[in-house]
């Protein structure tokens, strides 16, 4: 048994959970719902914070372990401004059983990420989804025309760190949140960028990340650059971002593009819906016999 089990034994215990939320871009935040703060594991908990949290629904199985926290929106701890930028979104939180009169004696209860996090009458709610939620994601591979990997990834292996691929730029102007105008990247033809990333590198944005939609070069060089969705805070003239090249997941642009066919995660001679659905006529490409040699799409 544990000192906290001992603790627990007693039947007159001094006890309070503690929550620590780390974020992607590596902040922490730590809160207790005891009216004193407390700090371990290099950890500072702040009382009265006005994070509390439902019972944790567990299971024996590789059912998903959850729970919803709930918090009110301040200056001081978690802020709206932060929410709507994305910046717990993925954040990792760890929750503790604790004897605030002798913090050592403490037991981990629950591990896991932020899911949903809902907004209104300056409250959030936030879903909080255990380590097995990563079980429900599917696996393997999907036979596809299209590139199943991810730019950069361990199975696609193109070097990002290229100059080819990756540019860091300063913009020069912006329309909110979603469409950035930049000078002195006419070396990268039209489109390079679409389907790519952009990373705010410095500014109150700083971390944010978002799909490029489209780019454009204009006649002058300069290169306009918008966004899927805005970015939840709006970088402005004289911060820095990173331009990571686009994907479209096709042979042609693996083979053309990235030099990197070899590595290619597709399988681009399947034949299309159409051609399976033909029916075989005499004559014709498909008379019914072997595939090898005709047919759209089809090895020669």
């Not at 591990?111 to 939620?133: C, K, N, P, Y």
């Not at 590198?201 to 990340?209: E, N, S």
């Not at 918008?226 to 693996?254: F, I, M, N, Q, S």
Request: hydrophobic fraction near 40%; proline fraction near 5%; charge should be negative.
């Amino acid at each position: 048994m544990t000192a906290l089990d001992d603790h627990l034994a007693t039947g007159l215990t001094t006890l309070c959970r503690c929550w620590a939320i780390t974020r992607v871009d590596g902040v922490t935040h730590g809160f207790t719902d005891h009216d004193l703060n407390l700090a371990f594991e290099g950890i500072d908990f702040r009382a009265q914070s006005g994070l509390t949290a439902r019972a944790v629904v567990a299971g024996t199985g590789l059912a998903v372990d959850n729970t919803e926290a709930m918090g009110a929106l301040s200056d001081a701890a978690i802020t709206e401004a932060d929410i709507a930028a994305g910046r717990y979104d993925g954040a990792e939180l760890r929750l503790w059983q604790v004897n605030w009169a002798d913090p050592a004696q403490r037991a981990l209860r629950f591990r896991g990420h932020i899911g949903e996090v809902r907004r209104s009458g300056g409250a959030f709610h936030a879903e909080l989804r255990g380590l097995t939620e990563a079980l429900n994601q599917p696996q393997g591979r999907v036979y596809q025309a299209p590139c199943g990997a991810v730019l950069g990834d361990a199975r696609c292996r193109v070097d990002l760190s290229d100059p080819a691929y990756i540019t860091d730029a300063e913009v020069t102007g912006a329309e909110g949140a979603r469409v950035f105008t930049f000078a002195g990247l006419d070396g990268y033809e039209p489109g390079w960028f679409t389907r790519g990333t952009l990373e705010v590198l410095t500014g109150p944005a700083v971390g944010l990340r978002q799909h490029v939609k489209q780019d454009r070069l204009a006649v002058d060089g300069t290169r306009t650059v918008g966004l899927w969705a805005p970015l939840g805070v709006a970088p402005g003239p004289g911060d820095r971002v990173r331009l990571v090249a686009g994907c479209d997941k096709r042979a042609e642009t693996c083979r053309l593009k990235f030099n990197n066919f070899i590595n290619f995660q597709g399988f681009p001679h399947i034949p299309g819906e159409d051609w399976l659905m033909r029916v075989p006529r005499r004559g014709a490409d498909n008379a019914g016999g072997s595939l090898q040699g005709i047919g759209p799409g089809l090895p020669t």
